[in-house]
């Protein structure tokens, strides 16, 4: 099982670049999770979906869009990077968030894509 | 003042050694989350805990709801276990904060180094 997969792992973006992650899985989760990990600083939400074709924001979302067209993909773009978003992203999913047993709440996460923004 | 906080920050221990890492938090919980997060990077889940005490392997989770506060315990600590400890926290009135309505808020990490 590959679990959740991001790519790419590594990015250097000029300021006023675009571009996108992509997290995939393959365990059939319903949630799925970005946050991004700052020095000094907890994980911190960015955006968030709780099945296919639905997104939803969390607590940093300026800046970022997400997509989830697919169950298995959620997608983070940066549309007009900034050195503020310097930072390593992460995805996690599961397949729920409260209720239905404890298994499903735990959130699997991704090996992170270290991005930085000139 | 942050909605979780851990303590130490930073431990180093010898192998061998009965680690302690705290967590406290300020809000009203649905649930709490113990992650462990690899040198290289990679982020685990170990516990997640609502009440009373887990234990896994070497590793024993515990949380007293009225107190607001969780240990992760380490018995005969290895230097394998070197890692940044996480805590994280499901607030049960998630829209209050103004967050997303399905994200765990998160402690700073412990970051522990057990020497051999």
């Known amino acids: 099982n590959a679990g959740v997969t991001q790519t790419p792992k590594f990015r250097v973006l000029k300021t006023g670049q675009s571009m996108t992650l992509l997290c995939a899985q393959d365990?059939?989760?319903?949630?799925m999770y970005w946050y991004r990990q700052d020095p000094g600083m907890g994980l911190r939400l960015i955006h968030y979906?709780?099945?296919?074709?639905?997104?939803a924001k969390g607590e940093v979302p300026d800046g970022y869009n997400v997509s989830r067209l697919k169950k298995q993909n959620f997608l983070l773009g940066l549309e007009s990077a900034a050195p503020s978003q310097t930072s390593v992203y992460f995805c996690?999913?599961?397949?729920?968030?409260?209720?239905?047993?404890?298994?499903?709440?735990?959130?699997?996460f991704g090996a992170g894509t270290r991005l930085s923004v000139l | 003042k942050n909605e979780v906080e851990q303590s130490p920050q930073n431990l180093t221990a010898q192998e061998g050694e009965f680690i302690t890492i705290n967590c406290s938090y300020s809000?009203?919980?649905?649930?709490l989350h113990w992650l462990q997060q690899h040198p290289g990077g990679g982020i685990v889940s170990l516990f997640m805990l609502s009440s009373g005490k887990k234990k896994h392997g070497r590793l024993i989770a515990t949380i007293n709801i009225q107190e607001k506060h969780s240990s992760l315990h380490i018995t005969a600590s290895h230097p394998r276990d070197s890692a940044v400890y996480i805590c994280?926290?499901?607030?049960?009135?998630?829209?209050?904060?103004?967050?997303?309505?399905?994200?765990?808020?998160f402690g700073k990490g412990t970051h522990l180094i057990i020497q051999p």
């Open positions: 365990m059939n989760h319903e949630y």
């Open positions: 979906s709780v099945g296919e074709g639905t997104t």
């Open positions: 994280a926290v499901r607030p049960r009135f998630i829209f209050a904060r103004g967050g997303g309505a399905d994200g765990l808020t």
């Open positions: 809000v009203g919980i649905s649930a």
């Open positions: 996690a999913s599961s397949y729920s968030s409260q209720g239905g047993g404890v298994a499903k709440n735990i959130q699997y």
